[in-house]
């Protein structure tokens, strides 16, 4: 089936299957970083932003992300720098397999968090898994870029 | 000491890139048009493939090829990649008519999408021929089921193959001192226990990927998510009958190794995809398929002895091992061994010490090599120990071990006797801050105030335990690693390596100590690794090798690079000697005469300018090493347990260790970090469980959880100030040391919140209740 879909304000046509993941679309028009990594929306490594707000590529029809905004990092550009530098420079992304998700979702919890705290960064980013870095560094970088001390 | 580029905290060269999504992982950079490979897997532990009809299948409209086990070489290989000649058994073949667990590979599929290779799947019909299999690793020797039964397994030199009697190999009567019995026997306080650590899943987030293509000169290419791609090579030219130069193995950026991708999995169903139909192709594992069918951490029973005299002078240790290595044989050795030569030397002043067992054979997902790769398990098993003899003693655990651990200066017999497959080489510990990382992690966690424990309320306890480790800096006179760097017109350089970073941020470290070498700011390297074409040999990424080893090579590279620029330096200069021309802030200056030339217009010259004195500036180094340094390691760890639930949370763990100058420090850190969480998840809930029938049911991220973000309230690690004179720049390796020791420390916190002494892992909150209500 055909659909239209807008990614990182810009528009696509696309030939999908009608069971196909968003994940999958995505993949196949190139985004790249979203990842694929369980297959049962486990890991987080998939997650877009959905009308800004983190939803797991996997776990979405792509035929059911018609008519909404879909943000990857990609579509985030400069927005990302600040998160990006905040990880890098604690080490804290190591293989990166789960780096862009984690990117994108840490975007989304600076708009929707207004009151930040470790437990809340913590369990705003629970559904973000890695296997590497023992959170403690990427919690030291997202800290700072959250403002939490 | 001082250094410029070394031990500087500087971001991971790949790391922005990474962050933004750049395409890098084998499934990212191959082509969308690939062939998908899927494979038909079996619903039996253990069976004979009595007919297999691929003819309805083969129909399908857009199905390029089935390959079944009549049509692939029988030649028995092992997918370890560790070494030649190879200390595992060869004991498995592409596809075999037998398969050994549920899951085993029975036919090859490819075709232009996954679901029409899925549709084709459904469509081939086998006829199995059902046998019973062997699922518990204690009843396996001498089993009347033979896993092996097949004539053509072997070994490359003796290792104790049995297969009659499922044994993968054994290792007995060697890694003897003194006399066991005697000294226990003469000593004042004995203990005898029994303990049992659980195979464990890597869960890399990247699924074991690989992908194949034939190139303008005909050669078979490999991109794949490997840990060491010449030893990928190798084992494919071996399995095939190819020469190696018809075979390239690149490995592009990988999403998690820990030792899961230091086998080879899907590379050889790529590669015969590929040379049958001539096109790409391309097997991307489910999440299931990598729980399932590739490897988990080697599954071991302990039976220790371990005597003091009343002072708590440890004088014997006797272990005895038995490992299962599932339905084959890989890295069954060298795990085995490593339990024993990465543990036992902690406590080097006995009078007397044994360690011997046997490796076996089960119809379970086969086991291979894990981050910590039999330290771990014998971590578990020997800290354990010493935390309960410590107890008989009525000794604090933590004085016990300062008056019995290793020391700098010291060494132990074990080096000698036990290598990885055979003999090992004599160590004296040139760097062993490991009485310095006991006292400060003791003042970190608080201990003189917190041990044993405290009763915080009517159901919670806190306590603390303590454990401490070592483990190696890769394999002593096995391991080898090369560097190449190349001068370029611009004043920059290309560092060529074999070694292989999978995340672990080996590209960025051994672009400092190229720096550091040549004298030039790091941002001058530009690394290029893992590319068995156009990049050195290097073992590749395991047994903690790659900054000691990779380390040390690219160090000699970069220091004959500046012994090479000095003398074209000191010519363009027209002064005498080399020793003449300083060479600073990238700028070469004659000390006697004044004059200098910036690094950019001498390699400007070299390029361009100077004549019949133009040429292409390039070093090299290779390395291996007699030495091993060990990194050391304590821990400390204060849990609160829940004595309504048995649920333990970790409120904080101190780790303190001593792994030499860390050239980077932030990546050694959370190299640190990372194991140490990747241990608390197994100590506390990852396991790997099987049906009474021997179907895996821990298969998907739902079902076998690792740790989140909740899990565990703070890491602490800090570094010992410490230098070893054969590391390059003092360095030792970290990659592993993290991982071993939170099994036996959360043990001992268990015992001292509640007198309970667990002796199987993993502590899940329902075995903790029930030994609580056994009390």
Not at chain 2, 385 to 411: Q, S, Y
């Amino acid at each position: 089936m055909k659909i239209t879909l807008k990614i990182n304000n810009q528009v696509y046509t696309t030939h999908i299957d009608a069971d196909e993941s968003l994940l999958d679309t995505l993949r196949k028009l190139g985004f790249k970083s979203v990842k694929k990594g369980c297959d049962t929306g486990t890991c987080g490594v998939c997650t877009v932003l959905k009308n800004g707000k983190p939803v797991l590529s996997c776990q979405i029809l792509a035929a059911r992300a018609e008519g909404h905004d879909i943000t990857t990092v990609e579509g985030l550009g400069e927005k990302a720098d600040e998160i990006v530098d905040a990880i890098v420079s604690e080490g804290a992304d190591q293989c990166g397999y789960c780096g862009p998700s984690l990117v994108v979702t840490t975007y989304a919890m600076k708009q929707e968090l207004k009151d930040p705290t470790i437990e809340k960064i913590n369990q705003y980013l629970s559904g973000n898994l890695c296997r590497c870095s023992g959170y403690e560094g990427q919690l030291r970088g997202i800290k700072k870029y959250m403002g939490v001390k | 000491m001082e250094f410029q580029e070394v031990k500087h905290s500087i971001p991971k060269v790949d790391g922005p890139g990474l962050l933004k999504g750049k395409s890098a992982y084998t499934d990212d950079i191959t082509t969308d048009t690939a062939l998908i490979i899927k494979l038909l897997r079996s619903p039996h532990p253990f069976a004979r493939i009595s007919s297999i009809d691929i003819s309805k299948a083969l129909k399908v409209d857009g199905i390029e090829g089935i390959i079944t086990h009549k049509d692939v070489p029988r030649i028995p290989i092992t997918r370890a990649g560790q070494g030649y000649p190879e200390p595992s058994p060869k004991d498995k073949f592409i596809l075999d008519e037998y398969v050994r667990y549920v899951g085993d590979e029975v036919a090859i599929i490819a075709g232009i999408n996954e679901k029409t290779v899925q549709d084709a799947m459904k469509l081939i019909e086998v006829e199995y021929e059902i046998l019973d299999p062997v699922l518990d690793f204690e009843k396996a020797e001498g089993n009347t089921t033979v896993i092996h039964p097949e004539k053509e397994i072997y070994s490359m030199f003796p290792i104790g193959l049995d297969a009659k009697n499922n044994i993968a190999c054994s290792y007995l009567n060697t890694m003897i001192y003194g006399d066991v019995d005697k000294a226990i026997a003469e000593s004042d306080v004995k203990i005898e226990h029994r303990y049992y650590s659980q195979a464990q899943q890597h869960t890399s987030l990247e699924p074991h990927t690989s992908s194949a293509y034939i190139d303008v000169q005909e050669r078979l290419n490999i991109i794949s998510s490997t840990q060491n791609p010449y030893h990928t090579r190798r084992i494919i030219g071996e399995a095939l009958q190819m020469p190696l130069r018809n075979i390239r193995v690149v490995k592009p950026r990988i999403g998690g190794g820990f030792g899961s991708k230091q086998q080879i999995h899907n590379d050889l169903f790529c590669a015969l995809v590929t040379l049958k139909t001539g096109k790409p192709s391309k097997c991307f594992y489910t999440r299931k398929e990598v729980f399932e069918n590739t490897f988990t951490r080697h599954q071991m029973r302990f039976d220790i002895r371990m005597a003091a005299d009343k002072q708590g002078n440890i004088n014997a240790i006797d272990m005895q091992l038995l490992s299962n290595t599932g339905a084959y044989g890989e890295h069954a050795l060298t795990t085995f061994m490593v339990a024993g030569s990465k543990s036992l030397p902690l406590y080097n002043k006995v009078k007397a010490l044994r360690f011997e067992g046997k490796v076996v054979y089960t119809n379970t997902c086969p086991a291979g090599a894990f981050r910590g790769y039999g330290a771990i398990q014998a971590n578990f098993a020997l800290e354990s120990a010493v935390a309960e003899l410590a107890e008989k003693l009525k000794m604090d655990p933590v004085e016990l071990r300062l008056k019995n651990c290793i020391k700098e200066g010291e060494t132990s017999p074990v080096f000698k006797v036990m290598g990885e497959g055979g003999e090992g080489i004599a160590q004296i510990m040139e760097s062993c801050k490991l009485d310095y990382c006991i006292k400060r992690g003791q003042k970190l966690i608080g201990w003189n105030k917190k041990f044993p424990s405290q009763k915080i309320s009517s159901t919670k306890i806190r306590s603390v335990g303590t454990a401490i480790a070592m483990q190696g800096s890769g394999i002593p006179l096995l391991d080898m690693g090369a560097a190449v760097l190349k001068l370029n017109d611009d004043g920059f350089f290309n560092l060529l390596v074999g070694a292989t970073d999978l995340g672990t941020g080996s590209d960025t470290i051994l672009s400092q100590i190229a720096a550091e070498a040549i004298g030039v700011p790091v941002d001058r390297i530009v690394i290029t690794s893992s590319d068995t074409d156009t990049t050195p040999y290097d073992v590749g990424a395991y047994a903690s090798s790659t900054t000691f080893v990779s380390g040390n090579a690219v160090r000699k590279a970069g220091l004959e690079m500046r012994e090479k620029l000095i003398t074209e330096a000191s010519r363009v200069l027209a002064v005498e000697s080399g020793e003449d021309v300083t060479f600073k802030n990238c700028i070469f200056t004659s000390k006697t005469s004044d004059k200098s030339i910036t690094l950019k217009e001498l390699s400007a010259g070299l390029y361009y300018q100077y004549g019949a004195e133009m040429k292409q500036l390039i070093s090299s180094g290779s390395n291996t090493s007699p030495k091993s340094p060990p990194p050391f390691m304590a821990a400390y760890v204060e849990i609160e347990l829940d004595t309504e639930t048995g649920k333990i949370d970790v409120i904080n763990y101190v780790g303190v260790v001593d792994c030499g100058t860390p050239i980077n420090p932030n990546l050694a850190r959370i190299q640190a970090e990372g194991g140490i969480l990747q241990g608390i998840g197994m100590t506390l809930f990852e396991n790997v469980i099987y049906s009474k029938d021997g179907r895996l049911l821990t298969n998907n991220l739902m079902q076998y959880k690792i740790p989140s973000r909740q899990d565990v309230k703070k890491i602490t690690v800090e570094f010992a100030e410490s230098y070893d004179p054969a590391g390059p720049y003092g360095a030792k390796s970290v990659g592993e040391i993290g991982i071993d020791t939170p099994p036996a420390a959360i043990a001992n916190a268990i015992f001292n919140a509640t007198g309970i002494r667990m002796r199987s892992l993993p502590f899940t909150p329902e075995k903790v209740l029930m030994e609580l209500y056994k009390k």
